[in-house]
């Protein structure tokens, strides 16, 4: 099925699951992750993997950059308000995340984290098993806020996003000689894969039932790593792609796995892959003018820091763009990509 025909499927979904009374289709969202999700928590850490200035932001709510690493709504906004929220998930170190903002449930992402508890530590960011204290912080203060039994409702029955692993390939991995030297690509992957089950368990532990789990997108399309990778060639770079692919089989082998170990455990793996692809390699079939080159500077490189208000080149129209900075997709890109994800995530709303 085509990405124009998953959209129609999403369209239909969300209107024959809208309830009339107009509220969410779950209590709560629950985000952990890396930057593709961060809402800001980065934003809140000693570190320069940070998006809290512009140009980032400016096509988001009152033109101001919150600390996503984007020009506007990341796919998990989207996510929310298809699926009934009128706000998002607060960053959850943000002085947002107080009294009752926390009933929509929290954001726990950071950007440059990933499965690899070192990609973290070596960007002074969130590692998962610190964003899972920071859940069972969380936890405590939703008791406070809804009572015990109420507080439990909501965690069984609220979705728990998880986005992660492309900053521990790209910004770790393949420029770290400590280990592309020690690990192959293959072993490297297994790792980050044993450290995706632990956490789905530990997950599963505290009370999630309703999980999503995103793959790897196609590593080697970003127009950074076609920059720093790919050699003379303006093509995408195929060992990039190669070990994406290689990771997204193993992750659904394993989340198949837990899915039947785990009782009444709902785990959907989120395909992000194949449809990130599709705009890449034919942007012009959903209105896109560009996807080689990035919005942000000369698109070639520029993220976090590097994309500044003084960056020369910034594109005006970022809507004609697949992706915003080296990294991560445009607004309008994660708009398709939220919507392609709806069909294969509704079970989680359901």
């Given amino acids: 099925m085509g990405i124009s025909n998953l959209l129609w499927v999403s369209s239909l979904l969300v209107t024959m699951l809208c309830v009339s009374n107009g509220q969410p289709l779950v209590p709560a969202l629950f985000i952990f992750g890396d930057s593709v999700v961060d809402?800001?928590?980065n934003n809140h850490l000693y570190t320069i993997i940070k998006a809290n200035f512009p140009p980032y932001g400016r096509d988001f709510i009152h033109h101001e950059p919150t600390g996503r690493f984007c020009n506007g709504k990341l796919a998990s906004d989207f996510t929310a308000e298809n699926i009934g929220f009128t706000s998002y998930p607060p960053a959850y170190l943000s002085i947002e995340a107080t009294g009752r903002h926390l009933l929509v449930g929290a954001n726990f992402a950071s950007g440059s984290s990933g499965y690899y508890e070192g990609t973290a530590k070596l960007y002074h960011t969130i590692p998962l098993s610190k964003q899972l204290e920071y859940y069972k912080e969380y936890q405590k203060k939703l008791v406070q806020i809804a009572g015990k039994a109420n507080a439990s409702s909501i965690i069984s029955g609220s979705i728990h996003l998880l986005s992660s692993g492309s900053s521990d390939f790209l910004q770790n991995y393949y420029i770290n000689p400590l280990l592309y030297k020690v690990y192959t690509t293959d072993q490297f992957s297994d790792i980050l894969i044993q450290s995706y089950s632990t956490f789905v368990q530990e997950l599963y532990g505290l009370g999630a039932r309703r999980i999503g789990v995103a793959t790897l997108p196609p590593l080697g399309c970003l127009p950074a790593a076609?920059?720093?990778?790919?050699?003379d060639s303006n093509e995408c770079v195929a060992k990039l792609n190669k070990a994406a692919i290689s990771f997204n089989y193993k992750l659904n082998f394993t989340s198949q796995k837990l899915q039947a170990k785990l009782s009444n455990l709902t785990l959907v793996v989120l395909d992000i892959y194949h449809p990130l692809y599709d705009l890449v390699t034919k942007p012009a079939d959903f209105g896109f003018a560009e996807?080689?080159?990035?919005?942000?500077?000369t698109g070639l490189l520029e993220t976090s820091v590097l994309c500044n208000a003084e960056?020369?080149?910034?594109?005006k129209n970022a809507s004609e763009y697949v992706f915003w900075d080296g990294f991560h997709p445009t607004e309008a890109a994660n708009k398709i990509l939220?919507?392609?994800?709806?069909?294969?995530?509704?079970?989680?709303?359901?």
């Fill in 39 to 41: 809402a800001g928590n």
């Fill in 338 to 350: 939220s919507d392609d994800l709806l069909a294969s995530g509704i079970a989680l709303a359901s």
């Fill in 291 to 297: 996807a080689r080159r990035a919005c942000c500077g």
């Fill in 311 to 315: 960056s020369p080149g910034t594109c």
């Fill in 226 to 231: 076609i920059t720093v990778f790919g050699g």
